[in-house]
């Protein structure tokens, strides 16, 4: 059953690690001169596709990034993971904004008919948008079953086994492919890329077309309103007693 090919979808985002800062128009957030990384739950869907891979259960892994230029360094991220060849959807940085859920979606639903693939994988969430529908849009588009939330993903025969973390516990699906999964935390734990993969990535091909190729519109519905910093927490107030402490609450109405 090694005839299986996957796509993983590869999110460029601002680093995890990157203190975010809002423009002062309100408009977004500042990216310029701000390092950015691959989505941490996308590299969860790679390891998982890359897994499959090695397992002999899938035959090729294709990683695909929407966005501007700098996307191509994700997708040669994925490379050197263990992607076999990358597609780069280029959305020129101006239009990147519009980018939302349903028209990744539409990108992903072409590309996943085109490529003909029996398995999407995707984050379950990207950390800058924090939107956690683009997996979920696909599958409605492709008329696809879908398991989000994955924490275990096993192939039986022609079927998948995706075990789902739900409120109160686990769920276990089993889904007809082509499918759609979703990589959850628990999934597994990504590899790094070793300096030997990363000059073999390389080498591998990345293709690069546009929304207008697969004959996408990639308009959008939604306008963003204003974009705003977390309110900053109250100060604290110190308290002797447990009679105090009481007071205060009764006070503020928290009891
Ligand atoms: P979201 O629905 O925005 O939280 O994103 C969920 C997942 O959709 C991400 O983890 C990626 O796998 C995929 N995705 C979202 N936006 C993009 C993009 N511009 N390029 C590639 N994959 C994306």
Known sequence: MAELRALVA???VIDFAVKIRVKPDKMGVVTDG???SMNPFCEI???EAVRLKEKKLVKEVIAVSCGPTQCQETIRTALAMGADRGIHVEVPAAEADRLGPLQ?????AKLAEKEKVDLLLLGKQAIDDDCNQTGQMTAGLLDWPQG??????TLEGDKLKVEREIDGGLETLRLKLPAVVTADLRLNEPRYATLPNIMKAKKK???VIKPGDLGVDLTSKLSVVSVEDPPQRMAGVKVETTEDLVAKLREIGRI
């Open 205 to 207: 091909k990345i293709e």
């Open 148 to 153: 989000t939330f994955a924490s275990q993903v």
């Open 104 to 108: 990744v979606a539409r990108v992903l």
């Open 45 to 47: 869907a790679v390891e």
């Open 10 to 12: 590869v999110k460029r």
């Open 34 to 36: 701000v390092k950015h």
